[in-house]
């Protein structure tokens, strides 16, 4: 399990400032930007296991990016 968080957290690194950008563009309310932060990422975080390889993380965070980036 250790392995995988820091795996896990290795490519969130890579990902979070694609994440703030997108945020930017579709939140005013920084409380609804952090939100839609943490949404991300823990969506991200429970898909995470069952992903094998960058290219599907890159394909499942870029489509969940598209569902969640709509304020409600």
Not at 10 to 39: C, M, T, W
Not at 51 to 70: E, N, P, V
Request: zero cysteines; proline letters at 4%; glycine letters at 4%.
């Amino acid at each position: 399990m250790e392995h995988l968080q820091k795996e896990f957290l290795k490519i969130l690194a890579d990902y979070q400032g694609i994440i703030h950008k997108v945020n930017l563009i579709y939140f005013r309310s920084e409380p609804d930007k952090q939100d839609n932060f943490q949404e991300i990422v823990y969506q991200l975080w429970r898909s995470f296991p069952t992903l094998k390889g960058r290219d599907k993380l890159a394909h499942g965070f870029m489509r969940l990016q598209s569902i969640l980036q709509y304020p409600k």
